[in-house]
């Protein structure tokens, strides 16, 4: 069985950091749990516990956080090679 | 080598973007991020077609009209420096590792809040300070928070907060408030709001987070210690233009001098939209202009061959 990616994205639907990336995941084919922390008072005590930070977007994936549209990072993470 | 490269992801860039395309010129636009100010603002009803729309919900519909057309985007890239060579004939953008080469440039890349400039305020980015209440606000959910600006911007993001924090505070270096009337009479009947005027912010403290702050009363010189949880920062925003400061005329405030054309006083670097001199920073207007300097990259261009 290949193993699935897993991405987390925390954020609210007003940032323009989050949009982008989501919209640069979706764009290099990777699907994505979008939790909106602006309804879901749970996931954002998770956010704000898991990146100390008390801003969005925060992803999650596989396993590693990173805080913000931090493109180096998550091309490193998901071996994506522009 | 591409005919033009747009930089910028707001009303202005996108705009040019489509024009650009429809023109069939080779374009590339790069947008660090996505929307401009359009997405800051929460409510927008003075863009013909839309009697109200959420800022957001205008941003995004920009977006995906620009890509309906046929340009290369590159979306999530900081452009760290523009360069012109071959006797100032081709510019070269690059960024953190990319670079391209490019006929005519169009620069729209909008503007950056301003910042207090209080020693720790990066150290709490994100840690309680906040630029963007549009993002941020649903974190701080019954929460004490502080507002420092009180002008239309400050006043909107103090009753965008009261959905959500326990309490919300206006700081105002202003005997009183700076905003319009109307957001004035909104502030009044809420109950949540208060008005701290005439002081100034001194230092930030707090240890992961922030917890408070220390301000000056401009009235007795006294020093006070304020307990809070969150601060919103809305003291205005600066043209984005200290990528091409050294290339082109700015004005006084920084912003890109151009004429009725769009042309800076670098023949192939047009600029468009907020970042420019433009009167009034509206997005019909950045979308207008956009428009513009594509078209009129575009005589550029085709006078080139």
Not at chain 2, 157 to 167: C, D, G, P, R, V
């Amino acid at each position: 069985m290949t193993e699935e990616i897993k991405i987390r994205i925390f954020s609210t639907p007003s940032c323009p950091y989050c949009v982008t990336l989501k919209e640069y995941l979706k764009e290099k084919g990777f699907e994505y749990e979008d939790i909106n922390v602006a309804e879901d008072k749970e996931a954002a005590k998770e956010m704000i516990e898991k990146s100390g930070q008390m801003g969005v977007p925060v992803s999650e994936i596989k396993g590693e956080i990173i805080i913000g549209f931090d493109k180096v990072k998550i091309n490193k993470i998901l071996e994506i090679k522009e | 080598m591409y005919d033009l490269i747009i930089i910028g992801g707001g009303p202005a860039a996108i705009s040019a973007g489509i024009y650009a395309a429809r023109k069939k010129l080779k374009t590339l636009l790069i947008a660090k991020n996505w929307g401009g100010q359009v997405r800051l603002s929460p409510l927008v009803e003075n863009y013909p077609g839309f009697e109200s729309i959420l800022g957001m919900d205008l941003a995004n519909k920009f977006i995906s009209h620009l890509k309906k057309n046929n340009l290369e985007i590159k979306e999530g890239i900081e452009i760290k420096e523009i360069e012109l060579e071959e006797n100032n004939k081709v510019v070269r953008v690059r960024g953190e590792k990319e670079n391209f080469k490019t006929k005519a440039i169009i620069i729209a890349t909008g503007r950056v809040p301003n910042k207090l400039g209080i020693s720790n305020e990066e150290k709490f980015i994100g840690k309680g300070i906040s630029y963007c209440a549009t993002c941020d606000a649903p974190l701080f959910r019954d929460k004490k928070i502080i507002v420092i600006g009180s002008g239309n911007a400050g006043a909107e993001i103090a009753i965008e907060l009261t959905n959500y924090a326990s309490e919300v505070y206006i700081l105002a270096r202003s005997p009183g408030l700076k905003a319009n009337e109307y957001l004035q009479n909104k502030i009044k009947k809420s109950s949540k709001i208060k008005i701290i005027a005439n002081a100034l912010v001194k230092e930030f403290k707090g240890d992961k987070f922030i917890e408070g702050f220390i301000y000056q009363d401009k009235i007795s010189s006294k020093m006070k210690e304020m307990d809070i949880q969150g601060i919103f920062i809305a003291i205005g925003s600066s043209a984005n233009s200290s990528l091409v400061k050294n290339m082109v005329e700015l004005n006084k405030q920084n912003e890109i001098k151009i004429d009725s054309s769009n042309r800076t006083s670098q023949p192939n670097i047009f600029a468009a939209g907020d970042v420019t001199n433009v009167s009034h920073k509206q997005i019909i207007i950045a979308a207008g202009e956009g428009a513009k300097a594509a078209l009129n990259a575009y005589d550029y261009i085709k006078k080139l061959k």
